[in-house]
Antibody, heavy 117, light 107 residues
Framework: QVQLQESGPGLVKPSETLSLTCTVSGGPINSYYWSWIRQPPGKGLEWIGNIFYSGSTNYNPSLKSRVTMSVDTSKNQFSLKLSSVTAADAAVYYC???????????WGQGTLVTVSA | DIQMTQSPSTLSASVGDRVTITCRASQSISTWLAWYQQRPGKAPKLLIYKASSLESGVPSRFSGSGSGTEFTLTISSLQPDDFATYYCQQYNSYSLTFGGGTKVEIK
């Protein structure tokens, strides 16, 4: 059974860069698309972007200027960097597997990121 | 960008009720639509993909229909485990967008 686990700092200062890693176990990272999604407390879901195992990416246009995603197939991990964070970036961040880049069939448990000085 | 609008935003229902949630796209997305269930404090769970295909392991009381711009998720007989928030999600041109969510509450 494929499992995903997010990791990274739970507290980021305003204007700094949020960095998260998702570790995939129980299956290969190769041949799949991988996604980041976030959910501010009490609000809905927002797709951040997809990365293919080869490294090609697609980002949400509203976040594109601040987002960088990368993949490390040797570690079965993929990562998210979001620069110049503000309070509006505080959310639970989820990683997920995007079947054919289209629908999200495996999810991590999510990690809460707070933005505060 | 394609916008997804769900209705209602909140729905009150009883165990055994038939429940229908609607999702409308701002432009045609063919059948490129998925539905998710999210319980409080948990990650979303895929229920339906390609508008009407049931994800493996999901109870058959869940069904999806629609194409183009209008889609529905139906729960044929609401069970206690089904009180949750439901989201639609479209995929088009390598971009994904979620609807605002429908919270199904106990009546």
């Amino acid at each position: 059974q494929v499992q995903l686990q997010e990791s990274g700092p739970g507290l980021v200062k305003p204007s700094e860069t949020l960095s998260l890693t998702c570790t995939v176990s129980g299956g290969p990272i190769n041949s799949y698309y991988w996604s980041w999604i976030r959910q501010p407390p009490g609000k809905g879901l927002e797709w951040i972007g997809n990365i293919f195992y080869s490294g090609s990416t697609n980002y949400n246009p509203s976040l594109k200027s601040r987002v960088t995603m990368s993949v490390d197939t040797s570690k079965n991990q993929f990562s998210l960097k979001l620069s110049s964070v503000t309070a509006a970036d505080a959310a639970v961040y989820y990683c997920a597997r995007a079947q054919n880049g289209l629908w999200l069939n495996y999810w991590g448990q999510g990690t809460l990121v707070t933005v505060s000085a | 960008d394609i916008q997804m609008t769900q209705s209602p935003s909140t729905l009150s229902a009883s165990v055994g009720d038939r429940v229908t949630i609607t999702c409308r796209a701002s432009q045609s997305i063919s059948t490129w639509l998925a539905w998710y269930q999210q319980r409080p404090g948990k990650a979303p769970k895929l229920l339906i993909y390609k508008a009407s295909s049931l994800e493996s392991g999901v109870p058959s009381r869940f069904s999806g229909s629609g194409s183009g711009t209008e889609f529905t998720l139906t729960i044929s007989s609401l069970q206690p485990d089904d009180f949750a928030t439901y989201y639609c999600q479209q995929y088009n041109s390598y971009s994904l967008t979620f609807g605002g969510g429908t919270k199904v509450e106990i009546k």
